[in-house]
T-cell receptor, first 113, second 114 residues
Framework: KAGVTQTPRYLIKTRGQQVTLSCSPISGHRSVSWYQQTPGQGLQFLFEYFSETQRNKGNFPGRFSGRQFSNSRSEMNVSTLELGDSALYLC????????????FGQGTRLTVV | GESVGLHLPTLSVQEGDNSIINCAYSNSASDYFIWYKQESGKGPQFIIDIRSNMDKRQGQRVTVLLNKTVKHLSLQIAATQPGDSAVYFCAEKYSGGGADGLTFGKGTHLIIQP
């Protein structure tokens, strides 16, 4: 079956702009979690959506937001981009939630200039 | 919050040898652990998981050992192959509550020498 699909794969944005990233989970998975990966901080949890509701949230500013649709696809939005937001953004899907077996997409590489 | 750490940033092994990657965690309440493999340009790939009611779990060429007494997790890879070259992350989770998803360690870069 198809894996987790993230689009776009690469993105270049200017400081101050906003960006929307998309994630399509594995069919049948209702949980989508988002992570930010940087060389300095490693993989850090952003938030988790389950059945269209945000269930968990990491320690990121309010500029980072997300949503989930009825088909479990999820979007992540970052407003007022900063240089430090440059990172690989990963989403992971699982059947029941972030504490169970999670499968990652290939990520979206965001570069803020 | 508490975080998971790894003992070594880089591990170099000969092809065909066994590899052991270690991970220390600090949250004694964590009850679920996963090992991921991340190759360059790709997302983390699930390898194996273990719950705190077990101390050992085996997969194909991989074994995860959990020592709750010293809060230590290890991943053993048998007969290491060139395709095993990657960064390996351990992740932990307390499933009983809290607002966090998986907490990841910094990663160990496994290098396979021919």
């Amino acid at each position: 079956k198809a894996g987790v699909t993230q689009t776009p794969r690469y993105l270049i944005k200017t400081r101050g702009q906003q960006v929307t990233l998309s994630c399509s989970p594995i069919s049948g998975h209702r949980s989508v979690s988002w992570y930010q990966q940087t060389p300095g901080q490693g993989l850090q949890f952003l938030f988790e959506y389950f059945s269209e509701t945000q269930r968990n949230k990491g320690n990121f500013p309010g500029r980072f937001s997300g949503r989930q649709f009825s088909n479990s696809r999820s979007e992540m939005n970052v407003s007022t981009l900063e240089l430090g937001d440059s990172a690989l953004y990963l989403c992971a899907s699982s059947i029941r939630g972030a504490g169970t077996e999670a499968f990652f997409g290939q990520g979206t590489r965001l570069t803020v200039v | 919050g508490e975080s998971v750490g790894l003992h070594l940033p880089t591990l170099s092994v000969q092809e065909g040898d066994n590899s052991i990657i270690n991970c220390a965690y600090s949250n004694s309440a964590s009850d679920y652990f996963i090992w991921y493999k991340q190759e360059s340009g790709k997302g983390p790939q699930f390898i194996i998981d273990i719950r705190s009611n077990m101390d050992k779990r085996q997969g194909q060429r991989v074994t995860v050992l959990l020592n709750k007494t010293v809060k230590h997790l290890s991943l053993q890879i048998a007969a290491t192959q060139p395709g095993d070259s990657a960064v390996y992350f351990c992740a932990e989770k307390y499933s009983g509550g809290g607002a966090d998803g998986l907490t990841f360690g910094k990663g160990t870069h496994l290098i396979i020498q021919p």
